[in-house]
C-alpha cells in the first residue's frame, strides 16, 4: 500500500477507475454526483457524505474522522487508512456505528433503528468483542412484561363469565366489567404494541406491507371496535349485538394478542443476537494490550490499536499472540486450535509465522508485527463472516417472491372471511365477522417466512468460522451443496507450495551427512529458494553447518567455494561441465528424479560427484485423505495446473487424481474452468496463487487456500484458514447442513400459513363448529417464528 500524506486522504477523492467515494464518518460508498448528505472541503480536500448528520459531524470536528483515533468509534472499509492506525473491527452500539437489516443487508443506517422494509429492528454492522446492551431488546422486554402483568388479569375477567353462576357479572355488572377491561387494555395495547403500530404506519407509508402491517390492522381492530362498543354501545348496528342486546367486547385479544407478539419479538430478539456469538468468540481472542519491545532496550505494555507494522513485540509463554507477524527470536508451541479446529500446537522458531489471537505456549517469543489492526487475519475473518451473514442465498428469493404478494393476499383474505361471516355467519353475524378478520390477519404475519433464510445463514456463517471456513456470501454457501466438479490447482493446494529437502543419494563412499552439511555450508550464503530448502534440511537433522570460504554463484547453474580445505561445487549439470566434472553413474538416477517433477543437484567434492541433493515440492499430509472422502461424496477431481505436465502427472498418479489440464497460463484457466460449466457441471475451484484468480472467480463457487495470497482470497467465495484441503469437506458438509435447515424453515412457514389461514378464516366451522380466537391465532404465530429460529440455531451444533 503507498502512504498517504498526512495533510490529505486520497481515498475520498473521484478518481477515473471508481465512481464511488467514502464517507469518512461512516465508511459508506457515496456517489460524488448523487451525495445526499452534501460535500465538506478540508485542507485542500473535498469530502462527500451520505447524509447531512455526517456532513455535520464531519464540520464540526474534521480530525476527529481524519486520526487514527476515530477509527475506534468510525471503522471504514478495508484500505481506506494506513495499516496500524485501526483496531480490529469493532461497531460500538452508539449513533455513529452503521447499522443494517439481517433480512435486507442492502438497508444501512447511522445507528440503530428499524427496517423501513420489513419493521424488524436493525444490527450494527460490525460486531464487537462484548456482548453489548441492545436497546431494542431491553425495550421490547419492559414492554412484554408490563403487558404480561396488565394482560393477564384482562384475560381472567374476560372468561369469568364461563364461571358457574357467573359470580363477577352478577358483583360489578356487565358495564363496570367492561370498563375495568378498557382500563387494563389500554396501556397494553397503545404502549405495549406502540412499536408495532409504528411500524405498521411506516410500511403502508413505504409500500413494504410486511408482518406488522397485519398486526396493527389486526390489534387496532379489536381494540377500537371494543372501545366503541363499551363507550357508546348504541353507535353500533344490530348486528354487532349477541343476544343480550349488548356488543361483545374484544380487549382481551387485543391485549394478548400483543403481549404474545412481544414475546415473540424478545425471543426473537434474544436468538438474534446468539448467533453472533461465534464472531464475538473469536473477536475476544485478542489481547487488549501488547508489550512492545523499544529502541532504547525498554520494554512497554501499549492498547492493542498503538501496535504498528514493523514493531518488536515480546509474546510470554501462556500469552495471546497480539497481532500477526513473524518470530525474530525464541522458540515454542503455538495453539492454533481457534483458528484451523486442530488440537495440536505448532512448532515456531525464527522466521515462523504466528497469528493474532493465537495462544503462544512454555517458550518465550520475539515477533515482528506484520499485519495489525483491520489487516490482521482475525479482523479479515470477522468481516468475512459478518458479510456473509447479511449476504443472501439463490434460495431466499422464492421466500421474497411470495412475501410480496403475501400480505396483500392475506389482507384479501380477510376481508373475504369478513364478508362470508358477515353475509352467512350465525348472529351476531358483524361480530363473529370481526373475530374471524382479526385471526385471519394476526396468524398470517409473516414473519417465519422471512426469517427461515437469514436465521440460517447467519448461525452456518458463524459455525463456519469455528471450523476454519469463511464464507463470504450465502450464495456460496447454497452453490457449495450442488457442486459435483472439484478443480484443484497443484502447487500450494496439493502440495505444502515450499520447496523442501526430500532425499540426498550418494555415490559409493560418500557419507551423506557430510555431504549435506557442506553442501549447506556454500548454500546458506545464496538467497535461491533450493538454498534455502538444502540449509532447512540440515538443520532439520540437527547437522553442524560449518563456514565456506571463496564463496561464488555461477547464474543459472550453481555455487561453487571451499569448505573445511575442500573445493565443493553445488549446481546442475551444466554447472559440472564447465568445471569439468562428469556425472558419473548418478546421472540416470537425477533423470528419474527430475522426470518425477523434483528439482536435483549434484554436489561434488574436490572434482568428483559425491551425491545428488533432490528437492521437490511435497503432497501436504491431509491432501490424500481428504481427496479420498470427496471421492466418496461423489466429486469429480481435477488437476488444474501451470506446472510441466511431466511432473503435474507424477503428482496426480500418487494422488490418484485421473484428470490433468497442465501448461496452462493464468487466462487459460479461466477459460478450462468455463469449458466445464458450459458442459453442464457445477464447479468449484480451490487455488492459493495470483495466477489462480482467473479460475476461482470463473468457478461457480472459489476456494481460496487460507496460506495463498491476497488475490486468491479477494477472488474467491470460501477461505479455508489452514489451507487444508479437509475444509473443502467441512464446507460441503455445513453447505448440505444449511440448505436442509433452510428448506426444513421455509416448509415450516409455507405449512403454517397455507394451514393457519383457512383455519382462521372459520374452514372448520360448517363441518365442526370450531372458530379460531385471535388470542389462539397470536400464539400460534409467534410459535413458528420461535421454531424457525430454534431450528436455524441447531446448526450451531451440526456434526461436521
Known amino acids: 500500500m503507498n502512504p498517504e500524506p498526512s495533510h490529505t486522504h486520497c481515498h475520498h477523492c473521484a478518481d477515473a477507475s471508481s465512481a464511488q467515494v467514502t464517507d469518512p464518518v461512516c465508511g459508506m460508498k457515496v456517489d460524488p454526483k448523487q451525495a445526499r ?47 496500524g492506525s485501526a483496531p480490529a473491527p469493532s461497531a460500538p452500539a452508539d449513533a455513529s ?6 433480512m435486507h443487508p442492502e438497508v444501512r443506517q447511522l445507528g440503530p433503528g428499524t427496517c423501513p422494509k420489513c419493521g424488524m429492528a436493525l444490527e450494527p454492522e460490525e460486531p464487537s468483542a462484548e456482548a453489548e446492551a441492545n436497546p431494542e431488546l431491553a425495550d421490547m422486554t419492559r414492554r412484554f412484561w408490563l403487558s404480561v402483568a396488565l394482560s393477564a388479569p384482562l384475560l381472567l375477567l374476560a372468561m369469568s363469565d364461563l364461571l358457574p353462576g357467573m359470580p363477577l357479572q352478577h358483583a360489578l355488572g356487565s358495564r363496570l366489567l367492561g370498563w375495568v377491561q378498557l382500563a387494563l387494555a389500554t396501556p397494553v395495547v397503545l404502549w405495549g404494541g406502540w412499536p408495532f403500530f409504528v411500524r405498521g404506519a411506516q410500511s403502508v407509508a413505504n409500500r413494504h406491507l410486511n408482518m406488522f402491517t397485519l398486526i396493527a390492522l389486526g390489534t387496532g381492530a379489536a381494540y377500537l371496535f371494543s372501545v366503541i362498543a363499551q363507550l357508546v354501545p348504541d353507535a353500533l348496528p344490530a348486528a354487532f349485538r349477541g343476544h343480550g342486546a349488548a356488543p361483545p367486547l374484544y380487549f382481551e385479544s387485543a391485549g394478548v394478542i400483543v403481549t404474545l407478539v412481544l414475546l415473540g419479538q424478545v425471543l426473537e430478539l434474544r436468538a438474534r443476537q446468539a448467533t453472533s456469538g461465534a464472531i464475538r468468540s473469536l473477536l475476544g481472542l485478542a489481547p487488549k494490550t501488547a508489550r512492545r519491545l523499544n529502541a532504547d532496550g525498554t520494554e512497554a505494555d501499549i492498547p492493542l490499536s498503538h501496535v504498528q507494522v514493523g514493531d518488536r513485540l515480546r509474546v510470554r509463554p501462556g500469552e495471546k499472540v497480539p497481532v500477526d507477524g513473524e518470530v525474530d527470536a525464541g522458540e515454542s508451541a503455538v ?14 522458531r525464527p522466521g515462523s509465522l504466528v497469528t493474532g489471537g493465537t495462544v503462544n505456549g512454555s517458550g518465550a517469543l520475539v515477533i515482528q508485527a506484520t499485519r495489525v489492526g483491520r489487516d490482521t487475519l482475525l479482523a479479515q475473518i470477522v468481516r468475512t463472516v459478518s458479510e456473509a451473514q447479511r449476504s443472501r442465498a439463490p434460495i431466499q428469493r422464492l421466500a421474497d417472491q411470495v412475501a410480496a404478494y403475501f400480505v396483500p393476499a392475506v389482507i384479501a383474505v380477510a376481508v373475504l372471511s369478513f364478508a362470508a361471516w358477515a353475509l352467512w355467519g350465525p348472529e351476531p353475524r358483524l361480530a363473529h365477522a370481526l373475530v374471524n378478520a382479526v385471526a385471519v390477519l394476526i396468524i398470517a404475519c ?40 472439484l478443480v484443484l490447482d497443484k502447487t500450494g493446494t496439493l502440495t505444502e507450495g515450499k520447496p523442501r529437502l526430500v532425499a540426498v543419494e ?7 551427512a557430510n555431504v549435506l552439511r557442506v553442501a549447506a555450508a556454500l548454500e546458506q550464503q545464496s538467497e535461491h529458494p533450493l538454498a534455502a530448502a538444502i540449509v532447512a534440511g540440515a538443520r532439520k537433522r540437527a547437522l553442524s553447518v560449518p563456514h565456506a570460504s571463496d564463496f561464488q554463484s555461477v547464474a543459472g547453474k550453481g555455487v561453487t567455494g571451499r569448505v573445511e580445505g575442500m573445493r565443493i561445487t553445488v549446481g546442475n549439470e551444466k554447472l559440472l561441465a564447465d568445471s569439468g566434472i562428469a556425472s558419473g553413474p548418478l546421472a540416470r538416477k537425477a533423470a528419474e528424479r527430475r522426470a518425477a517433477g523434483e528439482a536435483v543437484l549434484f554436489v561434488a567434492i574436490d572434482g568428483a560427484v559425491a551425491a545428488l541433493v533432490v528437492v521437490a515440492d511435497p503432497i501436504k499430509d491431509t491432501t490424500r485423505e481428504a481427496l479420498a472422502e470427496l471421492r466418496r461424496e461423489g466429486l469429480r477431481v481435477i488437476m488444474l495446473t501451470g506446472d510441466h505436465r511431466g511432473p503435474a502427472e507424477s503428482v496426480a498418479h500418487e494422488l490418484q487424481i485421473d484428470e490433468v489440464i497442465a501448461d496452462v497460463l493464468p487466462t487459460e484457466k479461466g477459460a478450462a474452468i468455463e469449458r466445464l460449466r458450459k458442459q ?121
Open 506 to 512: 550418494t555415490a559409493a563412499g560418500y557419507d551423506e
Open 446 to 485: 409473516p414473519c417465519a417466512l422471512g426469517l427461515a433464510t437469514p436465521m440460517s445463514i447467519m448461525v452456518a456463517s458463524g459455525r463456519g468460522a469455528q471450523l476454519g471456513v469463511l464464507i463470504k456470501n450465502a450464495e456460496a454457501l447454497e452453490l457449495l451443496a450442488k457442486v459435483d466438479t
Open 680 to 800: 453442464g457441471r457445477m464447479v468449484a475451484m480451490a487455488g492459493d496463487g495470483v495466477n489462480d484468480a482467473p479460475a476461482l472467480a470463473a468457478a461457480d463457487v472459489g476456494i481460496a487456500m487460507g496460506s495463498g495470497t491476497d488475490v486468491a482470497i479477494e477472488s474467491a467465495a470460501v477461505t479455508l484458514v489452514k489451507g487444508d484441503l479437509r475444509g473443502i469437506l467441512r464446507a460441503r458438509r455445513l453447505s448440505h447442513a444449511t440448505v436442509r435447515n433452510i428448506r426444513q424453515n421455509l416448509f415450516f412457514a409455507f405449512v403454517y400459513n397455507l394451514l393457519g389461514v383457512p383455519l382462521a378464516a372459520g374452514a372448520l366451522y360448517p363441518l365442526l363448529g370450531i372458530v379460531l380466537s385471535p388470542m389462539v391465532a397470536s400464539g400460534a404465530m409467534s410459535f413458528s417464528s420461535v421454531s424457525v429460529i430454534a431450528n436455524a440455531l441447531r446448526l450451531r451444533k451440526a456434526a461436521l
Open 335 to 348: 495453539d492454533e486450535s481457534m483458528l484451523t479446529g486442530e488440537p495440536l500446537p505448532v512448532d515456531k
Open 37 to 83: 448528505g452534501g460535500q465538506h472541503s478540508y485542507q485542500g480536500t473535498t469530502y462527500y457524505f451520505c447524509n447531512p448528520k455526517c456532513q455535520a459531524r464531519f464540520a464540526a470536528d474534521p480530525e476527529r474522522y481524519l486520526t487514527p483515533a476515530a477509527s475506534h468509534e468510525h471503522p471504514q472499509p478495508a484500505g481506506a487508512r494506513p495499516s
Open 97 to 102: 456505528a452503521i447499522y443494517t437489516c439481517p
